[in-house]
């Protein structure tokens, strides 16, 4: 059966910047939206991605009161700048747990639920710098790189259940995220892109309303879009 609206859906780090407007967007479209973040606040439940006991009772709060989860956007994430020969190992775990580990853990709570309704769409936030790296970012980059390779294993685990599993890469966006690194690389980064401008969630968010669609993402299977400014062009 089609389902363009009126779907469950989950948004990882849906309490600010980009999963903050794709919530929206979703909520706009007609869908019930659930949001989980660090912090309980309004509209907003309690999780630590990168926790599995976390993640495991928040997804089983939601599925008693929601039922089955129809999208997944993995959006949670962290950003902190370090060259690699000075990289403290708890700096490199604490990335791969939250940007990595947390899709993982979060994308496996709605798998099995998703094959049995067969209707599932999960949307993994990575970068642009998964697919380019960046100086200071390789913790970064490396668990972006990550999602993208673990978006397309399970996009081939789960395409025939029709669950579709993509990836979005965007660019630099202008969020809380990119508000503590440093000066001198936002101006080098916009010097650099193209349309020389950073993106806004804004405008990121449609490539997840997209890739949700019915019939309209149907034939999007472990690919990563870009809404980049045209840094990367994959
Ligand atoms: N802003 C950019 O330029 C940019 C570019 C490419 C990719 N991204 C990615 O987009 C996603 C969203 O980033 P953003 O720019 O909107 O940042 P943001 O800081 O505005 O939002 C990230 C959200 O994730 C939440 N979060 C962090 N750790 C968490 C955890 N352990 N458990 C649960 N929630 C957690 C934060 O509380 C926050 O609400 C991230 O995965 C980020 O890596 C951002």
Redesign the pocket.
């Given at each position: 059966m089609k389902r363009a609206s009126g779907r469950t859906v989950v948004v990882?780090?849906?309490?600010?910047?980009?999963?903050?407007a794709i919530a929206a967007a979703f909520r706009d479209n007609g869908d019930r939206v659930v949001v989980?973040?660090?912090?309980a606040g309004a509209g907003v439940t309690a999780?630590?991605?990168?926790d599995e006991d976390s993640v495991r009772s928040a997804f089983a709060v939601v599925r008693a009161e929601f039922g089955t989860v129809d999208v997944l956007v993995n959006?949670?994430?962290?950003?902190t700048e370090s060259p690699a020969e000075d990289m403290d190992l708890a700096v490199w775990n604490e990335t791969i747990a939250?940007?990595l580990t947390?899709v993982f853990l979060c994308s496996r709570e709605v798998l099995k639920p998703m094959r049995a309704q067969r209707w599932g769409r999960i949307i993994n936030?990575?970068?642009?710098?998964g697919l380019k790296g960046g100086t200071g970012l390789g913790h970064?980059s490396a668990a972006?790189a990550g999602v993208i390779g673990f978006t397309k294993a399970v996009a081939l685990e789960v395409a025939a259940d029709n669950v579709l599993v993509n990836a979005i890469?965007?660019?630099?966006?202008?969020?809380?995220?990119?508000d503590g690194i440093s000066q001198a690389w936002k101006v080098a980064k916009r010097a650099e892109l193209p349309l020389g401008r950073?993106g806004t969630?804004e405008e990121v968010a449609p490539a997840a309303l997209l890739l949700a669609d019915d019939p309209g993402g149907n034939l999007f299977v472990g690919q990563t879009l870009g809404p980049n400014s045209g840094d990367v062009m994959p």
């Open positions: 990882t780090g849906g309490a600010s910047g980009i999963g903050k989980l973040d660090r912090t999780v630590d991605v990168s959006s949670a994430g962290l950003l939250v940007d947390g936030i990575s970068s642009q710098l970064y972006k890469a965007p660019g630099p966006i202008e969020t809380p995220l990119v950073f969630p």
